[in-house]
C-alpha cells in the first residue's frame, strides 16, 4: 500500500533531521518489547521505513521516557500498557543519526484498544520471537535475540 507518506518521506525526514540537530543537541528514543501470554512480541511496519520494527519512537520536549513510551505504543499499536514497563537496556544510535540514543523497555501487563494514529503504521503484528518475518529491522531481532536467546547486549542500535 502506497501513501502520500510513503512518496514524500525520503524528501521530508532529511528535513526533519536538520531541523531536530540544529533544535536539540542529543535525541532520545523509546522502544517496547511487548510480550503477550503466548510469549509473542508485537512489531509495526512504519509507512516510512523497510521491515517490522518494535513500536516506539522519539521523546518529546517535557516528557519522560515512560510517558513517550505510554504514548507511542498507544498510537502506533492500540496498546495500553499496565504498571510500569521494565527498562531493558540503551542504546547510541549514532549509525543512524548523530547524538541520538534509544532506550528499550519490557512490557509484560497491558490491554489492547484501537490505535490512535493510522497515517505512521501500515501493519501490526505479533510474532514468535524466534520466528520473526524474513524483513525484520536488523536492529530489532538484535534487540529480541539480546532478550529471548541471552546474545550479548550491545550499546549500539
Known sequence: MTTWRTRIEPFTRPLFFAWSRISRGMTLGVRGVAIDSAGRVLLVKHTYLHGWWLPGGGVERGQTCEEALIRELREEAGLIIEGRPTLVSVHSNERFFR???????????????????????????WFDPQA??????????????EIFSGAAGMTDW
Open 132 to 145: 520473526l518475518p524474513e524483513d525484520t529491522h536488523r536492529a530489532t531481532r538484535d534487540r529480541l535475540g
Open 99 to 125: 547524538g541520538d540514543h534509544v532506550l528499550v523497555y519490557r512490557i509484560d501487563r497491558f490491554s489492547m484498544t484501537d490505535r490512535a494514529s493510522h497515517g505512521e503504521i501500515a501493519a501490526v503484528g
